[in-house]
Each structure stands twice: as C-alpha cells, then as structure tokens.
C-alpha cells in the first residue's frame, strides 16, 4: 500500500471515529430516565480519533507508533513525536499548578479505561480535553499535509471542527430554526 494511501485512511478512520462520538455526545431524555449521558463511547470514539491522527503525525515524520498494549497509550505516542515537532502538544504536556499532572496524562489510557469501563471501580472523565486535542492533532495534520482532505469535506466542502460548541449543539440550533419556519409557515397557510 502506498503512504499516500495509508494517510488517506488513516485520517478518514480519525475523522469518523471523532464524528460518531459527536454524534454521542448530548444528553438523552426518554421514558422515566430523565437524561441518559453515554459516556464510555463518546470517551472511546475521541480517544481512538486523537489515537489514529497521532500515529498518523508519527507516520509523517517515518516513526514507528508503540505497539500491543502500548498502542493505545495517548501519552506513549505523544513521546513518539520528535520534540522539534511538539508544539501544537504544548497545551497538554505542560503540567498542571494544581497537581503536577499534565492533560495528556490524565487522557492518555480514556481509550482502555473507558471500553473496559464496567471493569473499574470509579471513572472520572471529560470529553472537553479529549475532543480539543483531536481538533488540535487536525490542523497539525493539515499544517504538515495541506493537500490531505479527508473524505467528508468531498462532501461538506470543507471539515472545521471547533473547540467551543460540539457540532450537536449547531445542529440543535438548526433545527429549532427550522421548526420555527415550518410553524410560522403553517399559521400563514389559508384555509
């Protein structure tokens, strides 16, 4: 397979991975359960989305990701990447004033810990981080690659995520736009 190819994968994998936990993300109301948040799967789909986009950044730089158990270890792969190329980390890695531990740390292992969540005690975990830094992983893709496009802006012409709303958020807004119009369309129709 040629590297052009494997990059192309690689990044359309990312980027359905970081839509399908997207798509996870809002709280269901439903039944007697008043909201239902579906934590392990939006936590595992942005972890695999940073997983894959990382690997791909140290297959840019012709560097081997860590294998096995290893594989999925956000902070293992994070090293991986040549110090000179680590800016756009910079935000995670530095530790944090509270409790010396930095955000990539803390992130790292969201991928096992969380599909394995019904294995542990207590689980704490955000998906803020998590999302920001497959954002971040993106435009490092796009700065080393600006001719990579992945296979849904063929569609949507062009792939921006943002860093402060989820796409739902937008989503939700559209629709209550659209229910609005289509009400205010309905009380306009003559009888």
Request: charged share 30%; net charge negative.
């Amino acid at each position: 397979m040629n590297k052009v190819a494997d990059y192309q994968r690689m990044l359309d994998t990312a980027t359905a991975f970081f839509l399908a936990a997207e798509r996870c993300v809002p709280e269901f109301k439903f039944g007697v359960y008043q909201s239902h948040t579906v934590s392990a799967p939006v936590l595992c789909n942005y972890a695999l989305s940073v997983e894959v986009m990382l690997k791909l950044i140290l297959k840019h730089h012709d560097i081997d990701p860590p294998k096995g158990r290893c594989g999925h270890d956000l902070l293992l792969i994070c090293r991986k990447i040549p110090q000179s190329n680590r800016s756009f980390l910079n935000y995670y890695l530095q530790p944090s004033p509270i409790d010396n531990r930095s955000i990539i740390r803390e992130i790292s292992r969201y991928f096992v810990d969380w599909r394995y969540s019904y294995e542990k005690e207590f689980l704490i975990g955000s998906h803020d981080q998590i999302r920001r830094l497959f954002i971040d992983c993106y435009r490092e893709i796009r700065h080393l690659k600006p001719d990579l496009r992945n296979y849904y802006e063929s569609d949507w012409g062009k792939f921006e995520p943002d860093w402060m709303w989820a796409w739902f958020e937008q989503e939700h807004k559209e629709i209550e736009k659209n229910r609005t119009a289509e009400n205010n369309t309905e009380t306009n129709i003559d009888v």
